[in-house]
């Protein structure tokens, strides 16, 4: 079997990876300014809520993990009154979703075209002949 090993440096990188995300997902409510300034580099905690709103266009936002520069590169970044925002996706928001067995069985189900929102009906092989 082959040796498997990890510089202490490679560790320490991933330790650092790893908080950052732990960070960008926490509740935690920086002040405004300080906000605005971290998110000019660094992914915060208020930039990245707007990527769990219910609203299609906020959700399919602010994917990046560490750096703000790609979603701004890639067009990606999105901004929005946090006060306002719903979390949660449409389709999933009944209490009979709200249970380890669902949520553990819930990637390995079969959806039904059409099913999320912003979803083609149309299968791709059809839909050059609408």
């Not at 320490?12 to 995300?21: C, K, M, T, Y």
């Not at 905690?45 to 994917?63: A, C, D, L, Q």
Request: with cysteine; proline share 7%; aromatic share 8%.
């Amino acid at each position: 079997m082959p040796e498997v090993s990890i510089e202490p440096t490679q560790l320490v990188g991933i330790a650092i990876f790893v908080l950052i995300i732990l960070f960008h997902h926490s509740n935690i409510a920086l002040p405004g300014a300080v906000d605005r300034v971290l998110r000019l580099v660094l992914v915060s905690p208020n930039m990245h809520r707007v990527h769990h709103s219910r609203k299609v266009e906020e959700t399919n936002s602010n994917y990046s993990s560490m750096l703000t520069i790609w979603d701004r590169w890639f067009g990606n970044y999105c901004t929005s009154d946090l006060d306002k925002i719903e979390f949660g996706l449409e389709y999933d928001r009944s209490q009979d979703k709200h249970t380890l067995k669902y949520l553990l069985l819930r990637p390995f189900k079969q959806r039904k075209p059409g099913e999320l929102p912003g979803e083609s009906i149309i299968p791709p092989d059809q839909s050059n002949q609408a």
